[in-house]
T-cell receptor
Framework: SQQGEEDPQALSIQEGENATMNCSYK?????LQWYRQNSGRGLVHLIL?????REKHSGRLRVTLDTSKKSSSLLITASRAADTASYFC???????????FGKGTRLHILP | GAVVSQHPSRVICKSGTSVKIECRSL??????MFWYRQFPKQSLMLMAT?????????EQGVEKDKFLINHASLTLSTLTVTSAHPEDSSFYIC???????????FGQGTRLTVV
């Protein structure tokens, strides 16, 4: 089952620019997480934001959460070539019994 | 950091045979492990959630007799694809976490090709 939708599905930007990805979800959550996946590899956890938090930072990453709109955004500032990857949001149910992923955004940083 | 090891990374098997994929949390005890399937350029689809010592909970549409999941200890879960068919060819990824409502750590995935 899929929980959410990310948009855009694909994004190409110049190195140094900021990249913004959005995620919407359908059901109530305990927290929302963002992950990165390089092609053909496993996922790397980036950041977790709890349902009672509105914004969180980690290095060049900034995540916002709006539970009233059931949406989140991931901002990557000063993008680098190494940021090229797919980015997924994932929601954690209140019972904590499953993590469901959105469809993902394929980010391509142009040199 | 927390490390999850998934083995094998690639496997090719003949149609009708069974394949076992292992997922180990190397430096932490995982109360919950998740198994996902991923098609090319698509998202991860949750197949099942397994808790140590209890039966796995399968998502709707996932055949539990086809995809056998065992979570024998707090550091090991296995997925066995039984009587594999070419349509089972996919990328399978496991993840593990210490506690509910915390981040999950992922294995590197297994590319299964059934010929």
């Amino acid at each position: 089952s899929q929980q959410g939708e990310e948009d855009p599905q694909a994004l190409s930007i110049q190195e140094g620019e900021n990249a913004t990805m959005n995620c919407s979800y359908k059901t109530s959550i305990n927290n929302l997480q963002w992950y990165r996946q390089n092609s053909g590899r496993g996922l790397v956890h980036l950041i977790l934001i709890r349902s009672n938090e509105r914004e969180k930072h980690s290095g060049r990453l900034r995540v916002t959460l709006d539970t009233s709109k059931k949406s989140s955004s991931l901002l990557i500032t000063a993008s680098r070539a190494a940021d090229t990857a797919s980015y997924f949001c994932a929601t954690d149910s209140p019972g904590g019994d499953k993590i469901i992923f959105g469809k993902g955004t394929r980010l391509h940083i142009l040199p | 950091g927390a490390v999850v090891s998934q083995h094998p990374s690639r496997v090719i098997c003949k149609s009708g045979t069974s394949v076992k994929i292992e997922c180990r949390s190397l430096d932490f005890q995982a109360t919950t492990m998740f198994w996902y399937r991923q098609f090319p350029k698509q998202s991860l689809m949750l197949m099942a959630t397994s808790n140590e010592g209890s039966k796995a909970t399968y998502e709707q549409g996932v055949e539990k007799d086809k995809f056998l999941i065992n979570h024998a200890s707090l550091t090991l879960s296995t997925l066995t694809v039984t009587s594999a068919h070419p349509e089972d060819s996919s990328f399978y990824i496991c993840s593990a976490r210490r506690y509910r409502n915390t981040e999950a750590f992922f294995g590197q995935g297994t590319r299964l090709t059934v010929v």
